[in-house]
């Protein structure tokens, strides 16, 4: 029996994603997360799953950061990432951080239960259009993913509120916390990075491409 968990904020494509591998995998149970916390509460409840099929964009997953976060926490899970994007930087960025396979939303049911399949025999999945042609990730860039994945859910998303130039204050109201936190958080965020300023911070971080978390 195989059991998968399916962490995507749509319900409907959840449940369409459900029907697909149900038909493809009769004896399947699955698990279903909407958002990064709740992921990784799953994750944590149970650590006998076969595959965590994940959205990069689903909220508080910040594009890359949740995918760097549970393969800090979780090395040996196998993730695939479940995508509506289908750019060749980010599928190349994705296996380099840790992800066996890249599925498009885009194709077909049977496409994607093929693709399943190929990465729980433990090979790498890409699109065909894509294989071969996917840059390396540099040992700075993996060392720097290995920092980032130390931050909190909330310190991600501290950084990001700095990313976009807010005061502590501004910071404190957006998230329903006192600026006495915003200060703790961005002390934690420079010593986890080893930076000792904002700018250095987000630099970091844009260097890795991540995107602001979805609230």
């Given at each position: 029996?195989?059991?998968?968990?399916?962490?995507?904020?749509?319900?409907?494509?959840?449940?369409?994603?459900?029907?697909?591998?149900?038909?493809?995998?009769?004896?399947?149970?699955l698990?279903?997360?909407?958002?990064?916390?709740?992921?990784?509460?799953?994750?944590?409840?149970?650590?006998?799953?076969?595959?965590?099929l994940?959205?990069?964009?689903?909220?508080g997953s910040?594009?890359?950061?949740?995918?760097?976060?549970?393969?800090?926490d979780?090395p040996?899970?196998?993730v695939?990432?479940?995508s509506?994007?289908?750019?060749?930087?980010?599928?190349?960025r994705?296996?380099?951080?840790?992800?066996?396979?890249?599925?498009?939303?885009?194709?077909p049911?049977?496409?994607?239960a093929?693709?399943i399949d190929?990465?729980l025999?433990?090979?790498?999945w890409v699109?065909?259009?894509v294989?071969?042609?996917?840059d390396r990730?540099?040992s700075?860039?993996?060392?720097?993913?290995?920092?980032?994945?130390d931050?909190?859910?909330?310190?991600?998303?501290v950084?990001?509120?700095?990313?976009?130039?807010?005061?502590?204050?501004?910071?404190a109201?957006?998230l329903?916390?006192?600026?006495?936190?915003?200060?703790a958080?961005?002390?934690?965020?420079?010593?986890?990075?080893?930076?000792?300023?904002?700018?250095?911070?987000?630099?970091?971080?844009?260097?890795?491409?991540l995107?602001a978390?979805?609230?």
């Amino acid at each position: 029996m195989a059991k998968f968990l399916i962490a995507d904020d749509h319900p409907l494509f959840r449940e369409a994603l459900q029907g697909a591998l149900t038909n493809h995998y009769p004896d399947l149970e699955l698990r279903e997360a909407g958002d990064l916390e709740e992921t990784l509460a799953a994750l944590q409840a149970d650590q006998e799953l076969d595959l965590l099929l994940l959205d990069l964009h689903m909220p508080g997953s910040g594009d890359l950061y949740g995918l760097i976060r549970i393969r800090s926490d979780f090395p040996l899970l196998p993730v695939a990432i479940i995508s509506g994007s289908e750019d060749a930087t980010v599928i190349a960025r994705c296996i380099g951080f840790g992800a066996l396979g890249f599925i498009p939303k885009s194709l077909p049911s049977v496409d994607i239960a093929n693709a399943i399949d190929a990465i729980l025999q433990g090979d790498t999945w890409v699109p065909p259009a894509v294989q071969g042609r996917l840059d390396r990730i540099s040992s700075e860039d993996h060392e720097l993913a290995r920092k980032v994945a130390d931050l909190t859910p909330q310190q991600y998303r501290v950084l990001f509120l700095l990313h976009e130039g807010l005061l502590n204050k501004q910071i404190a109201w957006q998230l329903n916390i006192t600026e006495a936190t915003v200060k703790a958080h961005i002390t934690a965020i420079f010593r986890k990075l080893g930076v000792y300023s904002r700018t250095q911070a987000v630099l970091l971080a844009e260097r890795l491409q991540l995107e602001a978390p979805v609230n």
